[in-house]
């Protein structure tokens, strides 16, 4: 048995962790059929919970590295290993003053798993910067699937699909600009950055870091796998009948204002979660939308907190809030 990496900080166990470098090593398995059901391919477990030990075969991508495919006096394009840790590519990128990834440094995990879970932050999403995604299946096809292909939508993918499973992300491509602009319509960033005389690249990177170490956990401190629940998007209709009932509650219109999101986070504090613990599991006590384990939690202990959290959240404003962590078991 060998223990599964999980910043839930939860003490799992596969039958096999099998980590592979090349994508001709992993063919290679493949070929030799050594690859069979039950198998599951993991980054660096940062939107797992593990409701339990594994029983099969833990695949992991060590193919790190940057390679340019393109580069003009305006932009570049570059093709990113799947192992390769997400926030070393975005210093990479803010070293090199190529802009567009500050907005998403210090996001855990790697980059094979940040283009199957369209990670965001502070108004990015990766899809505005992916151009392909390189995979291979388990029938040994490589295919390389464009944007538009992988379906993207918020925290979504077609690799999130079941029918999906068999294909392991290889290699990430990415568009970024050369020239000077920043996305800083969401409100702390905005409001840290007017604190500066002059805003650069690493001045976002450094106030990016700086807002998520106030905000959330760090999984060494306290097992956790950040934003554990999707913020809820309802039509105009249920949202004009919430609001009537709730004037403060905050919100963020969408398509063309018919769809509007609220924050998971608020409909969780009314519900008197805030900072609340069952047994070993928490809610986060300065951001509610993070659940915690608070020291020898089991995966179980977490489904059962985040069972009771999305539960009373229904019950009170009639609003289904589901996880954006990925259920193991
Ligand atoms: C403290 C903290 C803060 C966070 N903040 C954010 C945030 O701001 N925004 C955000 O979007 N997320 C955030 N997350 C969630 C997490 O960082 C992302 O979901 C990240 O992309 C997960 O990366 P990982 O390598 O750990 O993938 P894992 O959690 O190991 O896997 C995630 C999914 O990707 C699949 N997968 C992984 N690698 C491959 C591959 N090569 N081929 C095929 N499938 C693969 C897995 O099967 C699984 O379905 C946070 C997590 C933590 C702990």
């Given at each position: 048995m060998k223990k599964i990496p999980n910043t839930f900080g939860l003490d799992v166990q596969a039958d096999e962790l099998w980590e592979y470098s090349s994508v001709a090593e992993l063919e290679t398995w493949i070929a030799q059929g050594?690859?069979?059901?039950?198998y599951l391919h993991i980054g660096s477990g940062s939107n797992l919970l593990f409701l339990?030990?594994?029983?099969g075969v833990v695949l992991h991508s060590r193919i790190i590295g940057i390679e340019t495919l393109y580069e003009d006096d305006h932009r570049v394009e570059v093709r990113v290993g799947a192992g390769m840790l997400w926030d070393d590519f975005v210093a990479y990128s803010v070293d090199h003053r190529w802009?567009?990834?500050?907005?998403?440094?210090?996001?855990?995990?790697?980059t094979g798993a940040a283009a199957v879970q369209n990670i965001g932050a502070y108004g990015v999403e990766a899809k505005e910067l992916i151009t392909a995604v390189e995979t291979i299946n388990l029938q040994g096809e490589k295919r390389i699937f464009t944007v538009d292909e992988c379906v993207y939508s918020y925290r979504d993918?077609?690799?999130?699909r079941a029918e999906m499973k068999d294909h392991f992300v290889t290699y990430v491509r990415f568009r970024l600009d050369k020239t000077e602009h920043y996305t800083l319509n969401y409100g702390a960033l905005k409001h840290e950055l007017a604190k500066l005389p002059v805003i650069d690249l690493p001045a976002v990177r450094r106030a990016v870091i700086g807002i998520r170490e106030s905000k959330l956990p760090d999984p060494q401190l306290w097992g956790n796998a950040g934003s554990f629940f999707k913020n809820p998007v309802v039509s105009r209709a249920c949202f004009e009948q919430l609001y009537r009932q709730y004037p403060q509650m905050p919100f963020y219109e969408q398509d063309n204002r018919q769809r509007i999101k609220i924050p998971a986070a608020w409909l969780i504090e009314q519900c008197g979660?805030?900072?609340?613990?069952?047994g070993a599991a928490a809610v986060y006590d300065?951001?509610?939308?993070v659940l915690i384990n608070?020291?020898?939690?089991?995966g179980q202990d977490i489904r059962v907190l985040s069972d009771a959290v999305q539960q009373s959240v229904y019950c009170r404003f009639g609003i289904d809030i589901h996880p954006e962590v990925n259920f193991i078991g």
């Amino acid at each position: 048995m060998k223990k599964i990496p999980n910043t839930f900080g939860l003490d799992v166990q596969a039958d096999e962790l099998w980590e592979y470098s090349s994508v001709a090593e992993l063919e290679t398995w493949i070929a030799q059929g050594r690859i069979t059901a039950p198998y599951l391919h993991i980054g660096s477990g940062s939107n797992l919970l593990f409701l339990g030990d594994y029983r099969g075969v833990v695949l992991h991508s060590r193919i790190i590295g940057i390679e340019t495919l393109y580069e003009d006096d305006h932009r570049v394009e570059v093709r990113v290993g799947a192992g390769m840790l997400w926030d070393d590519f975005v210093a990479y990128s803010v070293d090199h003053r190529w802009y567009g990834v500050e907005n998403l440094s210090h996001i855990p995990g790697e980059t094979g798993a940040a283009a199957v879970q369209n990670i965001g932050a502070y108004g990015v999403e990766a899809k505005e910067l992916i151009t392909a995604v390189e995979t291979i299946n388990l029938q040994g096809e490589k295919r390389i699937f464009t944007v538009d292909e992988c379906v993207y939508s918020y925290r979504d993918s077609l690799f999130k699909r079941a029918e999906m499973k068999d294909h392991f992300v290889t290699y990430v491509r990415f568009r970024l600009d050369k020239t000077e602009h920043y996305t800083l319509n969401y409100g702390a960033l905005k409001h840290e950055l007017a604190k500066l005389p002059v805003i650069d690249l690493p001045a976002v990177r450094r106030a990016v870091i700086g807002i998520r170490e106030s905000k959330l956990p760090d999984p060494q401190l306290w097992g956790n796998a950040g934003s554990f629940f999707k913020n809820p998007v309802v039509s105009r209709a249920c949202f004009e009948q919430l609001y009537r009932q709730y004037p403060q509650m905050p919100f963020y219109e969408q398509d063309n204002r018919q769809r509007i999101k609220i924050p998971a986070a608020w409909l969780i504090e009314q519900c008197g979660w805030k900072g609340k613990a069952l047994g070993a599991a928490a809610v986060y006590d300065r951001q509610p939308l993070v659940l915690i384990n608070r020291g020898g939690a089991t995966g179980q202990d977490i489904r059962v907190l985040s069972d009771a959290v999305q539960q009373s959240v229904y019950c009170r404003f009639g609003i289904d809030i589901h996880p954006e962590v990925n259920f193991i078991g």
